[in-house]
C-alpha cells in the first residue's frame, strides 16, 4: 500500500495516466523534473497530503486539484505559472503554500477561501503591489513578499492577527510602511534591500518583535522609538547611510 511516492530529479515530462490507482497515496514528490502541467487524474487521489512539485516547467495547474481537499502542503516553487491557479482556492485544508519564482502578477480576490492557509511564499514573482486579497488570511503566520516590486501596503493589512513573520527585503519602498505598525503580534520582520529613508516613531508599537531587518537602506534619520523595543534580539543594520532629515 503506496503512502509516499518521491521520484525528485529525474527527468520525467509527465506522469502516468494511472495515477489514480494509488488509491492510498499521501505524499507525491516530483521536484527538479522537466513536467509541463500536472496529470489531471491526481485529483482522484483522495488521500493526498502533500504535493512537491518546485523546479519544474509547470504553466498549468488543473482546476480538477480543487478535488484533493486533503491537500495540506503545496510547493508550486520556481514553474513556469503566469496566474495564481483557481484550483488552489478550494483547498480549504491547505496550511503551507510556495509559489516562489514562478510569474504572477496578480493575486486572485479568491485566495480568501484557502481559510485555514498558514505559510505562504510568494517571492520573487513579479508582484507590483501588497494585494489587499492577501489581507484575508487571517490565519497566517508566514508571508514572503521579498524580491518584488512593491512599494506600499494596505491599511487592511491589520486584519492579520495571527501574523508572524514578514519578509519584504528587496521591494521598493521609500518609506517604512506604518501600516506595517498595525501588527502588534508580529516577531520577524525584514525590510533590508529597499530604499527607506526614515523610519516613523509608531514602530515602537511593534512590542513583540523579536528580529528587525534593516541593513541596506538609505536612511536620513534614525528615531528614538526603536530603542523601545524590549523584546528586540536582533537587529541588522548593515549598510546604512545614516543622516539628518
Known amino acids: 500500500m503506496l503512502e509516499r511516492l ?3 530529479d529525474n527527468q520525467l515530462t509527465k506522469l502516468p495516466n494511472d495515477m489514480h490507482k494509488l488509491k492510498h497515496l499521501r505524499e507525491l514528490g516530483i521536484s527538479r523534473n522537466q513536467l509541463q502541467t500536472l496529470n489531471e487524474q491526481i485529483s482522484r487521489i483522495k488521500d493526498l497530503c502533500i504535493i512537491e512539485a518546485a523546479g519544474n516547467a509547470l504553466t498549468y495547474i488543473p482546476v480538477e486539484i480543487k478535488s484533493c481537499k ?36 496578480e493575486i486572485t480576490g479568491e485566495i480568501s477561501f484557502i481559510e485555514n492557509l498558514e505559510h505562504l511564499q510568494l517571492n520573487k514573482i513579479k508582484l507590483s503591489s501588497f494585494s489587499a486579497h492577501l489581507c484575508s488570511l487571517t490565519k497566517l ?16 493589512v491589520s486584519n492579520m492577527k495571527s501574523l508572524r513573520i514578514l519578509l519584504l527585503s528587496h521591494n521598493k519602498f521609500i518609506s517604512f510602511p506604518r501600516e ?15 530604499k527607506i529613508q526614515c523610519i516613523p516613531s509608531e514602530i515602537s508599537n511593534l512590542q513583540v518583535i523579536k528580529d528587525l531587518n534593516l541593513s541596506s537602506n538609505q536612511f536620513v534619520s534614525f528615531p ?12 541588522k543594520l548593515h549598510e546604512l547611510k545614516v543622516g539628518k532629515c
Open 6 to 8: 518521491i521520484v525528485h
Open 70 to 105: 486533503q491537500i495540506v502542503k503545496l510547493d508550486l516553487s520556481y514553474n513556469k505559472l503566469s496566474y495564481f491557479p483557481s484550483g488552489l482556492c478550494a483547498l480549504v485544508a491547505l496550511k503551507h503554500l510556495n509559489l516562489n519564482g514562478n510569474y504572477i502578477s
Open 180 to 194: 506595517l505598525c498595525a501588527l502588534n503580534g508580529l516577531e520577524i520582520l525584514d525590510l533590508s534591500e529597499n
Open 141 to 156: 503566520i508566514y508571508l514572503d513578499l521579498s524580491t518584488n516590486e512593491i512599494s506600499s501596503i494596505p491599511s487592511t
Open 224 to 235: 528614538n522609538e526603536i530603542c523601545q523595543l524590549s523584546s528586540l534580539e536582533k537587529l
